[in-house]
Nanobody, 124 residues
């Protein structure tokens, strides 16, 4: 059973940056595919970014491409997401999720493990 804990959220002005972290409790996390999703008030959860277990491939939603970068350090059982040029529309609770097998990186139903979420608020 993999437990995920997100951190790094907070309040930032538009144009600012934040780095989210997703730490896993299990050392087998290194073979898990990991994704970041977000959910704004009144909206459905949406895909943000994902990374393969080797870091060979990364995937991004069009809305964050060029601004967000996902990476991982398997030695630390941690996945990161660097968020730059933040916009008010990036305001949401951000969740990391993990799966040992993936059918679609952007499909939240594919992921079996989820963190509790971290709030990101971008002021204008």
């Amino acid at each position: 059973q993999v437990q995920l804990v997100e951190s790094g959220g907070g309040l930032v002005q538009a144009g600012g940056s934040l780095r989210l972290s997703c730490a896993a409790s299990d050392r087998t996390f290194s073979i898990y595919r990991v994704g970041w999703f977000r959910q704004a008030p009144g909206k459905e959860r949406e895909f943000v970014a994902a990374i393969t277990w080797t870091s060979r491939n990364t995937y991004y939603a069009d809305s964050v491409k060029g601004r967000f970068t996902i990476s991982r350090d398997n030695a630390k059982n941690t996945v990161y997401m660097q968020m730059n040029s933040l916009k008010p529309e990036d305001t949401a609770v951000y969740y990391c999720a993990a799966a040992s097998k993936i059918s679609s990186y952007s499909d939240s139903a594919t992921y079996g493990y989820w963190g509790q979420g971290t709030q990101v608020t971008v002021s204008s």
